[in-house]
Nanobody, 119 residues
């Protein structure tokens, strides 16, 4: 079982930046890819960014809506994944969830952190 704890959400003005962190603990050897998803009330959860691997090559994937503005990174020594969010827009307001994909079991989700972009 993997436990995920997110932090870094908050309120920011349009054009501002935030950095989300997600620390993993527990059966971390089972983790393959990690990623960030977001969900608005009444809507389906959608992919924001994922990062795979744990060695020298980390493959990144981004939703079109965040390409060029968000950067996902991973610190394997700390078993933490980050999401640097720049040039934030009103439509980035959502609850952001961290996900750890498992090599051989169920995936794990964090509890979510609120990101609010407002002037």
């Amino acid at each position: 079982q993997v436990q995920l704890v997110e932090s870094g959400g908050g309120l920011v003005q349009p054009g501002g930046s935030l950095r989300l962190s997600c620390a993993a603990s527990g059966s971390i050897s089972s983790i393959s890819a990690m990623g960030w998803y977001r969900q608005a009330p009444g809507k389906e959860r959608e992919l924001v960014a994922t990062i795979s691997g744990g060695g020298p090559l980390n493959y990144r994937n981004y939703a079109d809506s965040v390409k060029g503005r968000f950067i996902i990174s991973r610190d394997n020594a700390k078993m933490t994944v980050y999401l640097q969010m720049n040039s934030l827009k009103l439509e980035d307001t959502d609850v952001y969830y961290c996900k750890a994909s498992s090599k051989w079991g169920p995936d794990s989700w964090g509890q979510g952190t609120q990101v609010s972009v407002s002037s």
